[in-house]
């Protein structure tokens, strides 16, 4: 059975602390995708990033990183230098080739809160 | 720019009503999703469809149903709405089954 956690149910920094959002999956096939998304207050849900399960090397988008470990089934965000505007709940979320279309499985997400 | 589109962000609802959702995307995505949000259960899939009339069950179709008429258009329908059925209502779309999907702002539909 495939299975996003997101063990992390709340965190809080102070501003440009750096801060790392776990994601652990469960899955039992060899070609899945990995996501993540940010849902601020307002509601709607950003993608984020999306890797395949043959890529493994780690990610940067400015202050956003992403380090994906196949051996510990791991997929987790790093935040550096947070700054109020990444206060969101962060979800990560699983697609396994050859499921159902699209299906994605999503974890329970991880609010994050920055305060000034 | 991506494009995902819901009729409404607020919507109250009186029990035993019949509620449309309605969704559009200008990306001509080929799959289209309705998912609800409650605190604590997370998102769970209610239906998805992966080409014009065609549907799948998710993971809570039980008092839902779905029309997709147009590609770009996918509404949700509660046939009798009750109050369990109060919630963050989402819709998202993507190019295909592998690919990202893009949200919805989202509708909070209360049934009183």
């Known amino acids: 059975a495939q299975k996003v956690t997101q063990a992390q149910t709340e965190i809080s920094v102070v501003e440009k602390e750096d801060v790392t959002l776990d994601c652990v999956y469960e899955?039992?096939?060899?070609?899945?995708?990995l996501f993540w998304y940010k849902q601020p207050p307002s509601g709607e849900l950003v993608f984020l990033i999306r890797r395949n399960s043959f890529d493994e090397q780690n990610e940067i988008s400015g202050r956003y990183s992403w380090n994906f470990q196949k051996s510990t089934s791991s997929f987790n965000f790093t935040i550096t230098a947070s700054q109020v505007v990444d206060s969101a709940v962060y979800f990560c979320?699983?697609?396994?080739?050859?499921?159902?279309?699209?299906?994605?499985?999503f974890g329970k997400g991880t609010k994050l809160s920055v305060k000034p | 720019d991506v494009k995902v589109t819901q009729s409404s962000r607020y919507l109250v609802k009186r029990t035993g009503e019949k509620v449309f959702l309605e969704c559009v995307q200008d990306?001509?995505?080929?799959?289209m999703f309705w998912y609800r949000q409650d605190p604590g259960l997370g998102l769970r899939l209610i239906y998805f469809?992966?080409?014009?009339?065609?549907?799948e069950k998710g993971d809570i179709p039980e008092g839902y149903s779905v029309s997709r008429e147009k590609k770009e258009r996918f509404s949700l329908i509660l046939e009798s709405a009750s109050t369990n059925q109060t919630s963050m209502y989402l819709c998202a779309s993507s190019l295909d089954g592998l690919y990202e999907q893009y949200f919805g702002p989202g509708t909070r539909l209360t049934v009183t």
């Open positions: 469809s992966y080409d014009v009339k065609m549907k």
């Open positions: 979320a699983l697609i396994h080739y050859g499921g159902s279309q699209g299906n994605l499985i």
């Open positions: 899955t039992r096939d060899t070609t899945y995708y």
């Open positions: 990306m001509d995505h080929e799959n």
